[in-house]
């Protein structure tokens, strides 16, 4: 059982839809992550918030837009979509890495799998 | 720059027999170093992390791995595989840095035939 919750875990949009992902946990993790992940390969890191703050944006199209309304909450809007971001979008989140303390291991949610029409 | 590289796309083993998942990194400094489990439509499940010490370190399922230095090695065992064992692993490094991240290896299937 995974203590990140997402939402939904299946979506199909249209290009012209806008949709939003949602991700959730309550382990008092202060670092939340969007991961991409296509079939048969690895996670592709998207986005990265440290205490509710963008720290990281690996480049990834305006189409995609998160959001980190508090410490427990990720969203990912969706927008224009084409058919090749059809993926498993997977949220984690993890201690924030310290300077020994702590090493900053992911935990995961179940994904959810988009399939863009 | 960090880079980690899993070796074999695809392990077979029979069930019983002890299976090897070959792991090996390349950062700048000490590492971090994960393996995590992913069964088909799930998320990655993690298994066990080296940080510092005991080069061999201990995981959820039986599952073990032994850290070599020298190699830059990191790879996954179990002395007696289970049919439902049978999943895809990601190797995954880390910089000991705060402002590292995550990178993941490519990924192998193992398949424990009965």
């Known amino acids: 059982d995974t203590e990140v919750t997402q939402t939904p875990k299946h979506l199909v949009m249209g290009m012209t839809n806008k949709k939003s992902l949602k991700c959730e946990q309550h382990?008092?993790?202060?670092?939340m992550y969007w991961y991409k992940q296509k079939a048969k390969k690895p996670p592709e890191l998207m986005f990265v918030y440290s205490y509710e703050k963008l720290s990281i944006n690996e480049s990834v199209p305006s189409r995609f837009s998160p959001e980190c309304p508090n410490s427990s909450l990720l969203n990912l809007h969706l927008h224009a979509l084409q058919p090749e971001d059809s993926a498993l979008y997977l949220c984690?989140?993890?201690?924030?890495?310290?300077?020994?303390?702590?090493?900053?291991?992911?935990?995961f949610g179940e994904g959810s799998r988009l399939t863009v029409l | 720059a960090q880079s980690v590289a899993q070796p074999e796309d695809q392990v077979n083993v029979a069930e019983g027999n002890p299976l090897t998942v070959k792991c090996t990194y390349s950062?700048?400094?000490?590492?971090?170093l994960f393996w995590y489990v992913q069964y088909p439509n799930r998320g990655l499940q993690f298994l066990l992390k080296?940080?510092?010490?005991?080069?061999l370190v201990k995981g959820s399922y039986g599952f073990e791995a032994e850290f070599n230095k020298s190699q830059t090695s990191f790879h996954l065992k179990k002395p007696s595989a289970l049919v439902s064992d049978s999943a895809l692993y990601f190797c995954a490094v880390r910089a000991y840095s705060s402002a590292s991240k995550i990178i993941f290896g490519s990924g192998t299937r193992l398949s424990i035939r009965p």
């Open positions: 984690a989140s993890s201690q924030v890495q310290g300077r020994g303390r702590n090493t900053g291991e992911l935990f």
């Open positions: 950062v700048s400094g000490n590492p971090y």
């Open positions: 080296y940080i510092t010490g005991d080069n």
């Open positions: 382990m008092g993790h202060r670092a």
